[in-house]
């Protein structure tokens, strides 16, 4: 799953989700601070290969978010979860791809705001794992404490 891109109406220069009538926002950074650039390499080296972006795409749409050190520290959750799912549930190993991306996609979900009863069968006791990795990240954190 992609960063949200970020849109304004080309009419009303106000942000909206809807693809008709929308322009790129304008950067509001030039460049991200070097702390930021490496967490978010960070991310991509975790779970990048599964966004279907490269690694400049990526560092450039966090130039579109006003305040991109959420951003980032939200995707590092991410990553920090992603890999603690696998040390818990999946003994590290890896899945097929499109479970991989699946996995990534509830855990992107999940950190929008969705509760986890909005999930289905199978997707649900995915999304409940997935929570508590999100929520524990600190967990997850000493795993890849060389990385901060």
């Not at 130039?63 to 003994?91: F, G, N, S, T, V």
């Not at 899945?95 to 855990?107: F, G, M, R, S, Y």
Request: hydrophobic share 40%; with cysteine; charged share 25%.
């Amino acid at each position: 799953m992609l960063p949200p891109m970020k849109f304004v109406n080309a009419e009303t220069g106000k942000p909206c989700s809807d693809p008709k009538g929308i322009t790129f926002t304008r950067l509001f950074h030039k460049t991200l601070p070097d702390g930021l650039l490496r967490k978010t390499r960070f991310v991509y080296k975790i779970i990048g290969h599964y966004l279907g972006q490269t690694l400049e795409h990526f560092e450039a749409e966090f130039l579109r978010d006003m305040h991109p050190e959420k951003e980032i520290l939200i995707w590092c959750r991410i990553a920090i979860a992603w890999q603690l799912y696998h040390h818990r549930h999946l003994q590290n190993r890896l899945v097929p791809t499109k479970d991989e991306k699946h996995l990534i996609a509830i855990l992107c979900t999940l950190s929008s705001g969705v509760e986890i009863s909005k999930f289905k069968g199978s997707d649900k006791t995915l999304a409940k794992r997935l929570w508590d990795c999100f929520v524990h990240f600190e967990e997850g954190l000493a795993l890849t404490r060389k990385f901060f």
